[in-house]
């Protein structure tokens, strides 16, 4: 099963999207996740574990959900993307929080990173083991991020975007599209 942490940001909406489409058993959380807390995660984790084994929609087909093999964290780039000096190094934390509690859990970690760990002077494509010079705050929580995560998991993965956009939530490309549509009226 799929732990979607973040499951309702722009991110997490499509990915939970997906993996219904795909059939794959998941549950999700949001605001009633305190990611800063690492108790709160492993209780919060420790009860779905729990819940996988004994309940679920999945009982009701007439088979019981598996644990939790993959967390997936659309929490961290959802908050990233308003970082200020403030909240970087908390966003950092937040995310390895939320994967020492996946190590636990003997869950593999997807963690989603940005572009912006680097700072776009390379005259050739950035590689994944390219030296990383964020050139903004929030480079810097996300290149953080990754550091922490590379340095306390075994089993993860760490996909960098330039940028989201989507229908889900008020974006920019929703902004866009909802000016276009005014000049067109």
């Not at 420790?46 to 019981?64: I, K």
């Not at 390379?122 to 994944?128: G, R, V």
């Not at 939530?169 to 276009?180: I, R, V």
Request: some cysteine.
């Amino acid at each position: 099963m799929v732990w979607l942490i973040g499951s309702k940001t722009l991110l997490g909406s499509e990915i939970a999207r997906r993996l219904d489409e795909s059939r794959i058993e998941w549950t999700g959380s949001n605001s009633e996740l305190d990611v800063s807390d690492v108790n709160h995660l492993c209780t919060y984790a420790d009860s779905l574990d729990s819940s996988a084994r004994m309940t679920g929609a999945s009982v009701s087909r007439g088979r019981v959900p598996s644990k939790i093999d993959y967390v997936i964290n659309c929490f961290s780039f959802y908050e990233l993307s308003s970082c200020t000096k403030e909240n970087a190094q908390e966003a950092s934390e937040n995310a390895l929080n939320i994967g020492r509690t996946a190590r636990r859990m003997a869950a593999r970690l997807i963690h989603f990173s940005s572009s912006d760990v680097f700072d776009g002077k390379s005259p050739s494509p950035y590689l994944n083991n390219s030296p990383k010079s964020p050139f903004s705050v929030q480079g810097k929580a996300f290149s953080d991020a990754e550091d922490f995560i590379e340095k306390e998991m075994t089993q993860y993965y760490i996909l960098r975007f330039s940028g989201l956009y989507g229908f889900e939530k008020e974006n920019y490309l929703h902004s866009l599209f909802m000016d276009f549509s005014n000049i067109l009226a």
